[in-house]
């Protein structure tokens, strides 16, 4: 459960009183960047709407459009839709079985001369090897965009999530670690990228430097941000204990297995997760989703079920030399290609077999119970 009280309250009345409810870099929302990027390590952070209008943003600042691709990982689809709103073709690089995240091996095999951008996905409170990717990116003058919707206070190499990147996104919706209903933050260490996000956000009635959207957040929702900001860490220390509890549900089960957290990594607790292999075992998956409800353990099956590119919105090649192509605004594969099992193998095999369960319990007796139920879940499989 999220807490919000008297603290929440002062900060909105203090905005309420200053007579100014809109984006205010001197105000509220100012506060609010400064705090944030203070926390993450970041020098700047700048207040948005939604993590998804940041994404967007983001791969708006490279040099990502029409005719270039964009590299993203395929758990997930949010990074795919960010090179469309650009007009960039979503290149999927596989992922790690064991962990969910993208595979720097994968991404140096899907590099050509239009490559521009990469969309890492810091997936469930554990950071991909982003060390790796960054050097992959520096390599190539690829310009690299973390998403850390998942990830505060998550680490890689003693870096915080979001600080690897030319440019990183937050969430602050309502389901993640720190909630205002909607918003987000983009952070960067650079001078330049900040000055033009800044710019992009604050024009007024008049005409803009360069092309821009108005993703701003008000001065009410920063007024929570600052407040929840402080709580996050109470949050969290709940969330890690819970998933302590999750991952020891299924010790010693040969048919399950645990995601790996690499050593360089500190994980944050999110969403708990673990891998079927009950099929290498002679066992039904069926049977365990039967029995998993039967003992009414909270845990889920598959996620998305299959890679983000075989959804409609990147399944729908567009023949752009035909001369119906101005119907459309967005465009997913090149002329004549569609995405295939064999872009992601690693996730067609893996993604099927996730079995999750959410760690963001109000309290650690609540891990404790569903942690107990999927253990209760397992002891009835192995009995056949």
Partial sequence: MRIFDEKEIGYVREVLKSGSLGWNRGGMTGRFEDAFAKFVGSKHAITRSSAMTGLAQAVSCSQAGWDTEVICDPVVHFGGVSALYENATPVFADIEADTLLMDPESVKQKITEKTKALIVTNMWGLCARLDELKKICDEHGIFMIEDC???????????????????????????????????????????ELDYKLYNEWAFGGES?????????????????????????????????????HLNSAIEGCDWLLSRRVDKDAVQSGYIWCCFWQGDKYGLSHDRFKEVAREVGAPIGFGFTQKPAYNFPVFMSAVDHSSPDRKQYKRHAPYPGRIYTKDDCPVAEDTIWRIVNSGAMCATEDQGKEAAEKIHKAIEVMNKG
């Fill in 149 to 191: 919707a998942h990830n505060m206070c998550s680490y890689w190499k003693g870096k915080h999530a979001g600080t690897w990147g030319h440019i990183s996104v937050f969430s602050f919706q309502q389901g993640k670690h720190l909630p205002t209903g909607d918003g987000g933050m983009m952070v960067t260490d650079d001078d």
């Fill in 208 to 244: 803009p430097a360069f092309f821009t959207l108005n993703f701003r957040m008000n001065e009410v929702t920063a007024a929570i941000g600052l407040a929840q900001l402080e709580r996050v860490p109470g949050y969290i220390e709940t969330y890690n204990a819970c998933l302590k």
